[in-house]
């Protein structure tokens, strides 16, 4: 193919101007030529996993990050292009003893300017033994004959090693082991002359997109032309690497997704079942109730016998209230045992649907191929996790109290996008005084001061999630968010604070509405 390649370039490029070569890519370099007012291009792709050239119909250099190689040829002419003889080699021949090398070697591909047939410069300066390569060693001798292939008792691949595992596999899926040596070598000189005028096949296997100069059986693309083969199998090759990224990176997300489920499943089954295990809050009331008589004063436990089983159970009582009021107390209670058992019963279901639709995404993503339908897939049920990321709620701890939210980065790094990126300067910023801990922010709330309870409790929250969340009190400073500010140079999560307030908390983590995500 890269000899088709050759002859396609040669009747091109004879006569042309070299006019620059630049790389906007470390594995890619771009070789742009000038004829008859026309751009020509030449796109030599050296990555690890893919080494080919191709020529594109246009290519539009980008205006940053992009840099000029070779710059001893800018404007060479091109006087010959030829392609080594049995080596996966392609040789411009330019003026002046110029000529650059595009050796095509796998991961070890690379472009040489040579200079006198002596290797003058690299695009990739790690392969170092590359500067001992000589044009005239390049050239591969290998002799093609019947009495050749005889010797060999019919081992094409002895015989010519540079064919390949495409060209093996055809011979052997025709038949090619079950044949006589006539019948052998026939096969071998129907396969060379067809590579010699071939016509170029795409076709799919699991490994992705393959290019062929011999007919397959299921291709979906076919052409004449050399480059409009390459061209499309570029294409193809590069959609499928994008195919397969979107789809890692969608599972990922959706493995997440699927663990946080099962997560709250498990954990609110458990309740629940402790719940239904335990006697209940209003039942304790009730036997409080009926056996007030037996209760004396200021007793702080108390064992009653329970309606249901009749067995003695231990209830705990406040000294100082009748046992009138401690039973109105586990009523009151009750009612909050009622909320948690439907707020547990609501997100048990609400994750159970979750994990159906995360089990549904995962499979549809296994099996889809077509990198517009995931696409499309992933926009209609919003699994985008770019957008996602921008949502500050999935970012920091967050607690929500008397309406106000709090908000407590995570690491170094992250206090520092809360307080420099998602902080307002009519929040409240507070942080443990004197020690390394969390950034915590009270967002403000159009026309309400903050409320000395709320400043208390994410003090708290600031001295727990610091150094001193072991210590009897924990001394926090307060103070708006615009008295905060990054100093240059500093670490991350290093502020200067000014016009700061102080006080003296109990270190608390706080359970009022945590919706810690």
């Not at 021949?93 to 040489?112: A, D, H, R, T």
């Not at 040579?114 to 000589?134: E, P």
């Not at 985008?384 to 990321?389: C, S, V």
Request: overall charge positive; proline content about 4%; hydrophobic content about 35%.
């Amino acid at each position: 193919m890269l000899r088709q390649l050759g002859y396609r370039l040669k009747d091109r490029l004879t006569g042309a101007l070299l006019h620059s070569c630049y790389s906007q890519d470390k594995d890619e370099l771009v070789i742009q030529f000038d004829f008859d007012d026309k751009e020509f291009f030449i796109q030599a792709v050296m990555r690890p996993d893919l080494s080919m050239l191709r020529i594109p119909r246009n290519f539009i250099r980008a205006k940053k990050n992009s840099v000029n190689l070779f710059t001893e040829i800018n404007n060479a002419q091109v006087q010959d292009v030829f392609c080594f003889e049995y080596e996966r080699c392609l040789c411009l021949k330019l003026e002046s003893s110029w000529s650059l090398l595009f050796k095509m070697f796998g991961n070890q591909s690379n472009v040489v300017l040579c200079k006198n047939g002596k290797a003058y410069a690299l695009f990739k300066h790690k392969l170092t033994a590359d500067l001992n390569v000589t044009t005239g060693a390049m050239n591969r001798k290998f002799k093609v004959s019947r009495q050749r292939f005889d010797e060999l008792q019919g081992d094409f691949h002895k015989m010519l090693p540079t064919l390949g595992g495409t060209v093996r596999k055809h011979l052997i899926k025709c038949g090619y082991d079950e044949m006589g040596m006539n019948e052998k070598w026939a096969m071998i000189k129907k396969v060379l002359g067809t590579l010699e005028k071939p016509n170029y096949y795409l076709y799919h296997q699991e490994s992705g997109p393959v290019l062929s100069m011999l007919e397959p059986t299921d291709y979906f693309f076919h052409t004449k032309h050399v480059g409009e083969g390459l061209d499309e199998f570029f294409h193809q090759y590069v959609r499928m690497k994008q195919l397969i990224s979107l789809q890692k990176m969608l599972l990922r997300l959706l493995e997440r997704r699927k663990k946080r489920a099962e997560g709250v499943i498990r954990k609110s089954q458990n309740r629940l079942t402790q719940l239904e295990k335990e006697v209940g809050h209003r039942e304790i009331a009730d036997i409080i109730m009926a056996n007030m008589h037996l209760i004396p004063s200021g007793a702080a436990n108390v064992e009653l016998p329970d309606f249901k089983t009749g067995k003695p159970i231990s209830i705990k009582l406040k000294p100082d209230l009748t046992p009138q009021k401690n039973a109105e107390q586990y009523y009151r209670k009750s009612k909050n045992q009622r909320k948690e058992v439907e707020v547990l019963r609501q997100n048990l279901s609400r994750s159970q649907l979750q994990l159906s639709m995360t089990e549904e995404h995962i499979v549809f993503l296994n099996q889809c191929k077509d990198l517009k339908l995931i696409r499309n897939y992933a926009k209609d049920h919003k699994l985008n996790p770019a957008k996602q990321t921008k949502d500050p709620w999935s970012l920091f701890k967050e607690f929500k109290f008397q309406n106000f939210v709090i908000l407590i980065g995570k690491n170094a790094t992250n206090n520092d996008l809360l307080t420099q990126k998602f902080a307002h300067k009519e929040d409240l910023w507070l942080h443990a005084k004197d020690v390394k801990g969390s950034h915590v922010i009270i967002k403000h709330l159009p026309g309400r001061p903050f409320p000395s309870t709320v400043i208390e409790s994410a003090a708290q929250l600031a001295a727990y999630y610091s150094k001193r969340k072991n210590d009897s009190l924990c001394p926090v400073i307060y103070t708006p968010k615009k008295y905060v500010r990054k100093s240059k140079g500093a670490s991350p999560g290093q502020v200067v604070v000014e016009r700061e307030k102080v006080l003296l908390v109990v270190p608390k983590a706080g359970s009022f509405g945590n919706r810690d995500l």
